[in-house]
């Protein structure tokens, strides 16, 4: 049986998608942020379960076919400012560019690098003097606490300048040392020539690279010990994938996200959706994006956090709302996040010490979970240690009972989940919203009643959606240089240049020359925006770019793994469902009521029901209030619509 293995890694829980030729099954894990590979091979150990029926790694690990991993560990720790300490060495002359930076983002400036920032004169890197004073620069880096440095000159020679650090450093600083201190050339990383960009590009990459590189390589060496035939894929947020040893840290960013929205393209055009925006719900982030026509809204200088960096980025804002968020009273309001308990202590519900008061500990309050099914009956939930966290954090500080204080955590998650939404997305008449992730389907119909949104969908697969995503990437390389001149000559010969940087890359991803596509183009910045120029094999520079000012060369190479889906699925109301179980739950203002409860599992298509009721399956619960229908569409997919 041929089949591959999704694995997407979230704060809280570590989601697990097996397709094979018999379909699409799925499983999760709790995450172990204090060693990820402890949840990744959990995660391969139930696969395991689900394909043979029993724990079988080493079989697993020699019949599939592929593994893929996504995460959105660069997510939660740029949103929860956790990382290491940054130190930047700048060019002399360029004293202002740190206040330029910090002013994209203050917060994070300062949680990444804040007074830690040195200079040191190009004009002496050769001569004797320029060790000293790169030494003197470096100890008095060090000595504020950086433990990673950053070297981002600015000017026409900055490629040299950041070469000759590079050198010295080298020299004085030799990598088999014990002391020697990390340094990221952002020169290294992008050739953008925007100062801004760079710095914050290397910043970024610098932050991420420590705690990815650990477990990847970590995730990687343990594949190998059982003789894996096929290298783990790291997803990209650029939505293609390549080897742990061919990805730079800051594409793994929102790569998680990104999965999810691959998925909301395919769900997008299976459904004949022309305007659909995303709610990802995990456990630390909820990420929000929109698929329009089509088409997933992304550009060629993405932003981090607002950010703008060098590299093309999926446009999804990571809110500090999700499942673990932490819930707090501040001024005599609710404040949501951005801190998360994650995964450990995790909710106060889970039992393993968690103190802090949460959605997933108010929903369970509320009703809303069976504590014997909750996470497809593999965990239990202690709802007094769910009542103390409640009691302490949010009902005592605001005077209100147990249960007001419980519906008015629900009525915040919705509320800032929805005017994230307003923020960042266009809402029409024609909007669907699509609510996935873990916590995504659970206050799913509220959050769209907030934001004017009338139809919601909830895919079958929507508790591992973001994993169920990225199982149709490619594995491609992507590259990027200032042409030295604006003529034929110059093209031709950088274009060689990366042609041959492709066929080496590529080979080390295992695909030989003439096995994978190639695609290049010319884009030159202008005042007015962007100039792209489509690059046919063997063309010349054109005329139209001959007067413009720095032209950059982007050339990428693809191997293809994507198999495209021509359906088109109906939803049709066809069977009232029946209901599996009744349960009393909390409504605000309405005290508590028996609502039915549907398991989806044991509906069939065209099966549909009325709210207010509650929708189950494994592993994701939803409220389904009063005025809303249900509908399973021929896919088993859940489609929501709000009823005048």
């Known amino acids: 049986m041929a089949f591959q293995i999704n694995i997407d890694n979230g704060g809280t829980l570590t989601d697990v998608c097996i397709m094979s030729d018999d379909g699409v099954t799925k499983t999760k894990v709790l995450t172990t942020p204090y060693d990820l590979s402890k949840c990744f091979f959990e995660g391969l150990q139930k696969a395991s379960e689900v394909v043979y029926g029993a724990t079988d790694v080493k079989r697993l690990l020699e019949e599939v076919d592929l593994i893929r991993y996504s995460t959105t560990q660069g997510t939660n720790a740029i949103c929860e400012r956790k990382g290491p300490k940054l130190g930047l060495i700048l060019a002399a002359g360029a004293e202002d560019l740190p206040a330029k930076l910090a002013a994209h983002d203050p917060e994070v400036w300062a949680a990444l690098v804040g007074d830690r920032v040195g200079f040191v004169d190009p004009a002496v890197l050769d001569n004797p003097d320029a060790e000293v004073e790169i030494v003197r620069t470096i100890n008095q880096l060090t000595a504020a606490g950086a433990n990673r440095l950053v070297i981002c000159f600015t000017g026409e020679g900055f490629l040299k300048a950041e070469e000759r650090v590079k050198q010295i450093v080298l020299r004085k600083y030799p990598r088999h040392l014990l002391g020697a201190v990390p340094v990221l050339y952002a020169s290294d990383l992008t050739v953008d020539r925007n100062p801004d960009r760079r710095a914050w590009s290397a910043l970024i990459n610098s932050f991420l690279h420590p705690s990815m590189e650990a477990f990847l390589f970590q995730a990687e060496n343990r ?60 456990g630390t982030t909820t990420d929000i ?100 966290a409640i009691r302490t954090n949010i009902a005592e500080p605001l005077g209100v009972d147990l249960d007001t204080a419980v519906t008015m955590m629900a009525d915040a998650f919705e509320a800032k989940v929805a005017a994230e939404l307003h923020r960042f997305t266009k809402i029409s008449p024609d909007t669907v919203m699509m609510a996935f992730g873990g916590a995504g389907p659970l206050l799913a119909c509220g959050v769209a009643d907030k934001a004017g949104i009338k139809r919601v969908a909830m895919p079958a697969m929507a508790a591992v959606f973001s994993a169920y995503g990225i199982g149709s990437c490619d594995v491609s390389q992507r590259y990027a240089v200032t042409l030295p001149e604006n003529t034929t000559a110059a093209l031709t010969s950088t274009r060689e240049v990366l042609m041959q940087k492709a066929a080496r890359d590529m080979f080390a991803e295992g695909f030989e020359a003439g096995s994978y596509g190639v695609a290049a183009r010319l884009v030159s910045e202008t005042a007015e925006g962007e100039v792209i120029h489509e690059l046919a094999e063997g063309e010349g520079f054109p005329a139209d770019l001959a007067k413009a000012g720095a032209v950059e060369l982007e050339l990428v190479a693809t191997k293809s793994l994507r198999h495209g889906d021509t359906r088109h699925v109906a939803v049709t109301r066809k069977t009232r469902a029946e209901a599996a179980a009744s349960r009393s739950v909390l409504a605000a203002g309405q005290g508590r009521a028996d609502l039915p409860v549907y398991r989806l599992g044991g509906m069939a298509a065209g099966d549909w029901a009325q709210g207010p009721a509650i929708l189950e399956e494994d592993y994701f619960t939803a409220l389904i209030p009063a005025g809303w229908t249900l509908t399973v569409s021929e896919a088993g997919d859940v489609i929501l619509d709000r009823e005048e």
């Open 223 to 282: 594949l190998r010990e059982y003789r894996t035939k096929n290298p783990l894929l790291i997803f990209r947020n650029d939505g293609d994938a390549s080897r742990v040893a061919k990805t730079v840290a800051i594409k793994t960013y929102s790569s998680g996200p990104r999965g999810g929205m691959e998925g909301v393209k395919a769900f997008s055009a299976l459904y004949g959706f022309r305007d659909a925006v995303s709610i990802d719900v995990g």
């Open 289 to 388: 994006g929109q698929c329009t026509e089509g088409k997933v809204a992304e550009i060629r200088r993405g932003h981090v956090e607002g950010i703008s960096v060098s590299f093309p980025l999926c446009e999804i804002i990571s809110a500090g709302a999700g499942g673990s968020s932490i819930f707090k009273v501040k001024d005599g309001q609710i404040v949501i996040g951005p801190e998360s308990v994650g995964a450990l202590p995790g909710p106060a519900c889970f039992g393993r010490g968690g103190k802090e008061a949460t959605i997933t500990d108010a929903s369970l309050l509320a009703g809303l979970f069976d504590p014997a099914s909750y996470f497809g009956g593999g965990m239990g939930l202690d709802a007094g240690r769910a009542e103390a």
